[in-house]
């Protein structure tokens, strides 16, 4: 019968920093804490991650935990060696081998730069370096004081080389986080351009979420906001639509059942006009489920907000424009304040021409557009990437 082999032991240094690894990508300074962990452990004047190493004289992207008795400019002294050792340097980072673990003041260099590192204090080092399957790579440089008499030894190697796989995984994870927060942002983005205001809520109705264009609606309607965490309105009677609405709504996203076209709400604002409150269930994710999940999504739209996007001293917006359907400047202008719905007299007064002289300006945009009328104008804006300003 084949024996069981023995595990390691898992002491309380190693799950320690395992624990500040796997944490590090939801830090706002990704591995800040591991690094500062790693340091105290090691007895380092300094620990950096770097997670972009960029050629040339451009900074790297780094996180340092530093010692704090160390007064040291460490960009200064990044500054240096890029302008100066970089090119000659056989362990530069962009030669560093993922999976490599090097003592780096064991390895000749320049006399130069020996004399560099002398000045600036700089004992013992050990760098590691890492790499997650799509391509994003790491490294850790770890730098006793000259003053700290003993070097780095095999055990400080050992401990590097058991963390070599969890850096990697920890890597990959940030790096898919990173993608996808990436891709929420660009949604977001393009929501914000349609004016639609938008909330996030979990399957107890708690707000988790909320865009810009929803906080702004919010703040200029008394009658609905965010009360304890949950949205409220002062009206009895539209609470208790509301919570009908989302109640079913959150139902509907604990059975799994497939998101339908949703509850919609008309809420008196105080300027008479309504807001527009659509209320849907989300499918929650097979792995992802129960009340701490998001369940519930509110749209809110504020129908007398003008488009961002379509205002003309929105320079961006006016650009797009003219790039898009070769107008001119004042051509540009006028078609965003048409295609926002401003009557043409209103828009001559915006824009600072007598009527006569916009009308002419609108054949000449219908002229280049290829379009007859204002409704056609309309409908090619706001299908176009002029809204995207």
Known sequence: MKAWHRLPPATDELLDLLGALYEGPLEAEP????????????????????????????RDSYVMAQDPADATDWVAVETTYRRDFMHDDPLRLALFAPGTIVQLDSVERSAEFARYVNELGIGSCLRVGFAEPGGMRGWIDIVRAQAHTMPFDGAHVDLLRTLLPHLARTLALY???????????????????????????DGELRVMRLNRVAQAILA???????????????????????????????????????????????????????????????????????????????????????????????????????????????????????ADGCALADAARHIGVAEAAARNYSKRIYAKTGIRNRSELVRLVHRSLALLG
């Not at 790693?38 to 451009?58: C, D, K, M, S, W």
């Not at 993608?179 to 977001?188: D, F, G, L, P, V």
């Open 220 to 338: 200029a309607e008394p009658g609905l906001a965010i009360t304890r965490g949950r949205l409220r309105s002062t009206d009895p009677g539209v609470q208790r639509k509301l919570d009908r609405a989302l109640r079913d709504a959150a139902a509907l996203a604990a059975d799994g059942s497939p998101a339908g076209p949703g509850e919609l709400l008309r809420i008196a604002a105080k300027a008479g006009h309504p807001l527009g409150v659509l209320v849907r269930p989300l499918m929650q994710a097979l792995w992802f489920r129960g009340a701490h999940a998001p369940s519930v999504v509110v749209y809110l739209t504020d129908p007398t907000q003008r488009l961002e996007a379509l205002q003309p001293d929105r320079q961006s917006s006016r650009e797009l424009v003219e790039r898009l359907f070769g107008l001119t400047p004042q051509e540009a202008r006028l078609t965003l304040l048409l």
């Open 175 to 201: 790096a898919v986080q990173k993608t996808r927060e990436a891709e929420c942002t660009i949604y977001e983005d393009t929501i914000e351009h349609f004016a639609l205001g938008t909330l996030l809520l």
């Open 31 to 58: 591995w800040r804490g591991f690094a500062e962990r790693l340091r105290v452990l090691f007895e380092a004047r300094n620990v950096a991650i770097t997670l972009h190493h960029p050629q040339g004289l451009v």
